[in-house]
T-cell receptor, first 113, second 117 residues
Framework: AQTVTQSQPEMSVQEAETVTLSCTYD???????LFWYKQPPSRQMILVIR??????QNATENRFSVNFQKAAKSFSLKISDSQLGDTAMYFC??????????FGTGTRLKVLA | EAGVAQSPRYKIIEKRQSVAFWCNPI?????LYWYQQILGQGPKLLIQ????????DSQLPKDRFSAERLKGVDSTLKIQPAKLEDSAVYLC???????????????FGEGSRLTVL
């Protein structure tokens, strides 16, 4: 079965600190895309960062970076210098092969002032 | 470019009533998705269109849910009759190409929140 697991339902971090959100997945596909999406309260979901499975280099987008470990099927998101605007639900997702998105259950992140 | 538009933003109905949600994807996006997001859960795909054809509707409760994509652009999702467990946010998303054929990024609307009493 193709699944995504986010084991941290809620997390909090102090402003300006660093936080890591965990994600593991399961698939028998050799090539796939991995994503982190952010859903702020009452606002639409937006893409934070994307990783292609065949690329060994970890993706980085400004303060957001991933730790992609293909053998362990792990895809964690690190947020550096956390800001109040980072408060949101974060969803890990992937596309196994060329088929449909599979989303995790989300991690609610609260950045504290 | 304009984002994905959805309406209405909020809807409250009694069980057994019907409701319809509308979605206008980003111009030029071939693929359109309807997701159901129950509070505290991740989005669950209901139906995926490629242009005006259905790619995947395996998780659409077809006895009560229906969806169409008119001329490969706008889409409507209908629920009739509604049940209490249909209370959720209905998200519409679009992408440039078929899943996996491009970068795979989904562009979401703000969602339509349905409450069934």
């Amino acid at each position: 079965a193709q699944t995504v697991t986010q084991s941290q339902p809620e997390m909090s971090v102090q402003e300006a600190e660093t936080v890591t959100l965990s994600c593991t997945y399961d698939t028998s596909e050799s090539n796939y895309y991995l994503f982190w999406y952010k859903q702020p309260p009452s606002r639409q979901m937006i893409l934070v960062i994307r990783q292609e499975a065949y690329k060994q280099q970890n993706a980085t987008e400004n303060r957001f970076s991933v730790n992609f470990q293909k053998a362990a099927k792990s895809f964690s998101l690190k947020i550096s210098d956390s800001q109040l605007g980072d408060t949101a639900m974060y969803f890990c997702a992937f596309i196994p092969g060329t088929y449909k998105y599979i989303f995790g259950t989300g991690t609610r992140l609260k950045v504290l002032a | 470019e304009a984002g994905v538009a959805q309406s209405p933003r909020y809807k409250i109905i009694e069980k057994r009533q019907s409701v319809a949600f509308w979605c206008n994807p980003i111009s030029g996006h071939a693929t359109l998705y309807w997701y159901q997001q129950i509070l505290g859960q991740g989005p669950k795909l209901l139906i995926q269109f490629q242009n005006n054809g259905v790619v995947d509707d395996s998780q659409l409760p077809k006895d009560r849910f229906s969806a169409e994509r008119l001329k490969g652009v706008d889409s409507t999702l209908k629920i009739q009759p509604a049940k209490l467990e249909d209370s959720a946010v209905y998200l519409c998303a679009s992408s440039r190409g078929a899943t996996g054929s491009n970068t795979g990024e989904l562009f979401f609307g703000e969602g339509s929140r349905l409450t069934v009493l």
